[in-house]
């Protein structure tokens, strides 16, 4: 659907004739747009109106031809069409009593509106035909009550001509729905992911009302703990009152329906915008891409007021939407694209220095957000903030990693990017592993020896694949006493020594006493 000014696509108005009704052929020319809002403007049926409201294309009419009016030489077949009740549910079944009597009607064109809300049904005689609309897009609530147009039409209150070319202005309410997510704070597997859903009140045409307004958040499976954090408009919460959280309180809850007493106050919030806000726990990694759409069930009725206590409460579940019998195959509600996250996992292998193929258990470490995430090369050992809490950490902060007998650790799901906020869609994230405790008998490093830099890949890693290796070093102890030749040499050396100075001693001695 395409929807554009209307001002862009203004078309030249339709020159009136005089005078008698001729066999000329005419048109239907049908002109689609949006409800108005704070304006009034008028549809002059020669064209020549400026409607402000926005277009809406692929939206596709049903013209029928009333049969048995001879609109071009009978007088009297003209009286009573100023009264037609044109039914609302119109096929090809259907009669149209004028003046007490029935006439059947004959298909003559399907027409979809396209390049700025215009479809013309062209080629058509002089003859009384009802206008049906037939197919809308997802995001239209409401269709277009059928019509009664003449070709030629009487445009008595405008040109006072006779138009054979006939522009009508038939009008739709329209509610669509966006996703979006919030940017992740917490980065480890277990945090919570928040996603406002964004919904239109429509405006709707005078004496229309809304038969239900419910907003659905279709989570993946990988998300659970579902809450509805809040309901908003304009920045206002609303009143609790007016709506119902689905399936029941403590259960996941993925769906807000409006009560009837919502529906009335959101008859005087049109134009405005629900905003829904979810959470939900991440709780698996999987093959990485977290994917999540948003769902806006709504329609109108004409004829009932949603105070009025026979109007149905909203379904508590999107598979019990009431059925609408004047419309047993309501187009397919509008839902949002994919929004996404990311999210990979980190496997870590602790070594021994000196036999890089040795694993050392009992090794531990914590990760940390890198100060540059989004860095082209992840080599920078600069961190920022506390210690990441990751699902299946330990210590009291929850951060902790140890390693196992194979010297390895799996940190099991570390937030990526997503597809809202920047880096959007990034393929890796930069991270900083330290250790913080070595094995037994082995240094722990300190400053930015004992960190690592590393990059973060989406997707779940192969159990046998470890993304980094980091090796320890033995303690050091005192020296130990020596042995050998070289030893043995020192030893007799000093033994020489020690024989040579007592015959000194001797010989000293022996010279005193001469």
């Known amino acids: 659907m395409r929807r554009l000014l209307a001002a862009a696509t203004a078309s030249a108005a339709t020159a009136p004739v005089f005078g008698n009704i001729t066999d000329t052929q005419g048109s239907i020319i049908i002109h689609k747009h949006e409800h108005q809002t704070t ?15 926005d277009t809406i294309d692929g939206v596709t009419f049903t013209v029928y031809k009333v049969n048995d009016l001879d609109l071009l030489n009978t007088a009297t077949d003209w009286n009573g069409l100023d009264a037609v009740k044109v039914p609302a549910v119109v096929t090809p079944n259907t009669t149209i009593s004028i003046n007490g009597t029935d006439h059947t009607l004959t298909k003559v064109a399907d027409v979809t509106t396209q390049s700025g809300g215009i479809a013309k049904a062209e080629g058509l005689d002089v003859a009384a035909y009802v206008v049906v609309e037939t197919k809308r897009p997802s995001n239209v609530v409401d269709s277009a009550q059928p019509f009664l147009v003449t070709i030629p039409f009487p445009d008595n209150a405008n040109t006072k001509g006779w138009l054979y070319d006939v522009n009508v202005y038939p009008k739709n309410g329209v509610a669509g729905i966006t996703k979006s997510v919030d940017s992740q704070t917490d980065l480890g597997l277990g945090a919570t992911a928040t996603y406002p859903v964004t919904g239109d ?9 809304l038969k239900y307004y419910i907003i659905k958040d279709n989570f993946d499976s990988r998300l659970t703990n579902h809450k509805v954090a809040s ?7 609303v009143n ?8 029941t309180p403590g259960t996941d809850e993925t769906t807000v329906g409006f009560t009837k007493a919502g529906l009335a106050w959101l008859q005087t919030q049109q134009g405005k915008k629900v905003v829904v806000t979810y959470t939900a726990t991440v ?8 994917k999540n759409t948003a769902t806006l069930y709504t329609d109108t009725d004409t004829t009932s007021d949603p105070t009025n206590p026979n109007t149905p409460e909203p379904p508590t579940t999107p598979g019990d939407i009431p059925p609408d019998p ?8 509008p839902t949002t694209p994919d929004v996404e996250q990311k999210w ?4 870590i292998k602790k070594v021994d220095d000196g036999n890089g193929s040795a694993p050392l258990t009992g090794a531990e470490f914590k990760v940390y957000e890198s100060a540059d995430p989004y860095a082209a090369s992840c080599t920078s050992k600069a961190t920022t903030g506390d210690p990441i809490k990751v699902q299946g950490g330990t210590g009291a902060d929850g951060a902790t990693f140890t390693t196992g007998t194979d010297g390895k650790v799996t940190i099991p799901g570390l937030f ?20 913080t405790k070595a094995p037994t008998g082995y240094v722990l490093p300190s400053g930015d020896a004992a960190k690592t830099a590393v990059a973060v890949k989406y997707g779940q890693t192969a159990t046998s694949t470890v993304d980094t290796t980091v090796s320890n070093t033995k303690q050091a102890i005192p020296g130990l006493p020596l042995t050998g030749s070289q030893a043995m040499i020192v030893v007799v050396a000093a033994g020489v020594l020690l024989v040579g100075g007592s015959i000194s001693l001797v010989i000293a001695n022996r010279r005193r006493r001469a």
């Open 344 to 347: 990979g996992d980190l496997i």
């Open 416 to 435: 990526v990017s997503d597809s809202v906020n920047a880096t959007i869609n990034a393929e890796q994230r930069c991270y900083v592993v330290v250790e």
């Open 326 to 333: 004047s419309n047993p195959n309501p187009p397919t509600p």
């Open 231 to 237: 309901v908003q408009v304009d920045g206002v919460d």
């Open 283 to 290: 709780n698996a990694v999987g093959d990485g891409t977290i």
């Open 39 to 53: 304006t009034n403007e008028t549809a002059k049926p020669d064209g020549s109106s400026d409607i402000s409201t």
């Open 240 to 247: 609790p009152d007016y709506y119902v959280k689905s399936p």
């Open 201 to 209: 009140v429509p405006v709707l045409a005078d004496g229309s009302y």
